[in-house]
């Protein structure tokens, strides 16, 4: 059967115009998901917070993103480990504990990871953040060993700050056993994680412990004081992934005497001194109602001489390197706190000096381009699932009133 050439013509501009409307309509959905009371969000932020506030998504520890968003890590083709071990601590109990490292190595350098999570458990742990642990050990050639440190409302401070000092000096006297080199480590953490790597750095300075190479601190948490702090309030809503709600919830189940929030391992940002703690890279993000009271403790780390840099990542929320294999940004705040930490490791300062806080921009040109087409991709994705479970609750309601007047004819 032959088709006219105007009839080919017209199915042709039948699909162009349908594809039109289509993308329209798809538009107008990632646009109003972008859209908040605080601003516009970059087309993916509001794709990916669309999916994770309407539990789309819902985050676990074998949650794989879809390869059409995914980006490779480099890791230079060289082959890693992982070994989930565990540390003995100074109370009698052992922590859960996951290494990555590269196959045969000896004398590699080592970060010490603290996962974020509210301090909580069933907020986070060495299973949700092994993504990051591994980027950072691919990337690195580094040993990363994450520290499941022990979690409130059952352990209170100051048991995941001991738990976490303690597992420091355990793989510093295991170095060698692990094919690491004991002096040359950093710590590192994200939120809670971030503000646990910090106080672990305090702790190894205060009572004359491993002598620290660097602290990567991403997006941390450092007061558990009522400060007045804009992002604090602007940014709580519970919109971008962290609310005011659970960081209360975390206070109170973490710190449960008012008093506690005093004590300097609680509170970077209100401790006294910052004096001789080791170098640090701070990431903050624009959308995050921790971001104040990250750049602040940057800031009084300069003012105390810590050789400090901080960068703020527009256009992304409180958790944003998590997603690194979906946003661009987290992928680049990966690189910049590596590209610190190696000066760190090599001695080399020439291109951080000194105190700055730099605005990461979203991606643009070209990149830009690739996120927008990304974020439709994946809302036609978000979309798919959401008309899926309208349709099953559609069809159980249906089955249920079908059921219901079976029933009603049986008593007939």
Known sequence: MKISSTKLWKMITFLFKLG?????????????????????????????????????????????????????????????????????????????????????????????????????????????????????????????????????????????????????????????????????????GDSAGGNIATVTAMKARDLGGPNLVAQLLYYPLTTFHDHALETRDKYSSGNYLLSRAVMEKARDSYTPG????????????????????????????????????????????????????????EGVMHGFLSFYEVMATGNTALNDSLAFLENEWAGDREATVGFRVIDREPPSGWARVKEEIEAHAAAIYLLSIQFSNVFNQMVEQADGLFQSEDRDDEFK
């Open 258 to 313: 008012k008093e506690m929030w005093e004590n300097p391992y609680v509170s970077p940002l209100d401790a006294g001194e910052a004096t001789d703690l080791p170098p640090a890279f701070i990431a903050t993000a624009e959308y995050d109602p921790l971001r104040d009271e990250g750049e602040l403790y940057a800031e009084k780390l300069f003012q105390d001489g810590v050789h400090v840099e901080t960068m703020r990542y």
């Open 20 to 188: 039109i409307g289509f993308g329209i309509i798809l538009s107008s959905f990632v646009s109003s998901w972008s859209v908040t009371a605080e601003g516009n969000l970059p087309a993916k932020t509001g794709v990916v917070l669309h999916a994770i506030n309407n539990q789309l998504i819902v985050p676990s520890d074998n949650l794989q993103a879809p390869a059409f968003l995914t980006r490779g890590s480099n890791n230079g083709g060289i082959v890693f480990e992982r070994q989930d071990i565990v540390i003995p601590v100074s109370d009698g109990h052992f922590l859960e504990a996951r290494l990555h490292k590269p196959k045969g190595v000896q004398n590699a350098p080592i970060i010490m990871y603290y996962h974020g999570g509210a301090f909580m458990e069933g907020y986070g742990s060495i299973y949700s953040h092994d993504n990051i642990v591994r980027a950072l050990a691919n990337r690195s050639g580094a040993i990363v060993v994450s520290v499941g440190y022990r979690l409130a409302p059952q352990h209170i401070f100051p048991k995941a700050i001991e738990d976490s000092y303690d597992a420091l000096v355990w793989v510093h006297e295991h170095a060698e056993d692990l094919g690491g080199d004991s002096d040359n480590i950093a710590v590192a």
